[in-house]
């Protein structure tokens, strides 16, 4: 066969492929046009939103969101001190909504997760229903380290925090969010970018790899049982929180226009989804640029990360 008869063919196939990744880039930068409808889970006015890790950071921001949305909150931590400030300040700027407390450690979780399903009945009582859990508590504080240098402990927290306590606590509060007509109830997972798998955070990694994994079943399962709860994941990337010290910009964002950005999202038809604009536009790079690549910057980004907390601890000691 004449080898020239093949460049229409080839030109046609890289035509087509154009056209596919503009198609799926265009589609996916619509969803950030699109409204929300967090509304449908909120009907009578009277719901509740529960959020874990509520006390600071993106938690913390997710309850001023939902409170100025007219949901109920019960802020879940496991400081009650904490706990209370921030449940005042919610009754201070929000006097016309309810705000209680959740008070639970997510390391070491055990069969006594169980009874939080009566704590939120208690709670909630016959004014509104649970109709949405935001699982939010997660992180790594042990950044830049490699996983021989992690202790038996380390390990089994980091995976608690971010995936152990999530699925628990999503198993126990499921019969309550299916409670109701239509599509009564939401799961709200946050996932990170470090789900691709990055180097120096692996056990971090891994358990947000797990929600992703752990999102997409849970919401097939939900359809197929006809549940009435829809399930995503939010996906993030940097945002300038109390345990991570960066300087805020475009492309780190602060807690509350993270969360606003991500309660935005809600029914966009997508089961995972990047909560903000720019960190989507980040994420892009994650799909089409080679992984030698990627972790290559990764790498130089990690160990940048670890030589400025170097720097950090000698300056206060």
Not at 45 to 72: H, P, Y
Not at 233 to 251: C, E, H, I, M
Not at 269 to 294: C, D, K, N, T
Request: glycine share 8%; hydrophobic share 40%.
């Amino acid at each position: 066969m004449d080898p020239i008869s093949w460049t229409p063919n080839l030109s046609t196939i890289g035509f087509a492929a154009l056209s596919y990744v503009t198609y799926k880039l265009a589609r996916q930068a619509i969803i950030y046009l699109l409204p929300s409808k967090l509304a449908r889970y909120n009907r009578t006015g009277n719901n509740w939103a529960l959020v874990t890790g509520a006390t600071d950071g993106i938690g913390f921001g997710f309850c001023q969101e939902l409170c100025s949305r007219g949901f109920n909150v019960i802020l879940h931590g496991r400081n009650a001190e904490k706990l209370a400030k921030r449940a005042q300040e919610l009754n201070a700027a929000f006097p016309e909504r309810n705000v209680d407390t959740l008070i639970l450690d997510v390391i070491g979780v055990d069969e006594s997760i169980d009874s939080v399903a009566q704590q939120v009945r208690d709670i909630t009582g016959n004014n509104g229903k649970l109709s949405i859990l935001i699982n939010n508590v997660g992180g790594e504080l042990r950044t830049s380290v490699t996983l021989d240098t992690l202790t038996f402990a380390d390990v089994n927290e980091t995976i608690d925090k971010n995936a152990r306590f999530m699925t628990q606590i999503t198993r126990v509060l499921l019969p309550l969010l299916s409670e109701g007509e239509g599509r009564s109830g939401l799961v709200l997972n946050v996932s990170s970018l470090s789900q691709w798998g990055l180097p120096y955070v692996s056990v971090y990694s891994a358990t947000k790899g797990f929600v992703d994994t752990f999102t997409r079943a849970l919401e097939a399962e939900c359809n197929a049982e006809k549940r009435g709860v829809d399930v995503m994941a939010l996906r993030v990337g940097q945002t300038k929180t109390p345990g991570y010290d960066v300087d805020s910009n475009l492309f780190v964002p602060l807690p509350r226009p993270l969360a606003k950005a991500g309660l935005d999202r809600v029914g966009c038809g997508e089961v995972i989804v990047w909560a903000y604009f720019w960190h989507w536009l980040q994420g892009i790079s994650f799909e089409i640029m080679p992984r030698w690549i990627l972790m290559r910057a990764t790498v130089a980004a990690m160990m940048d990360m670890k030589r400025k907390g170097q720097e950090k601890a000698l300056k206060r000691q």
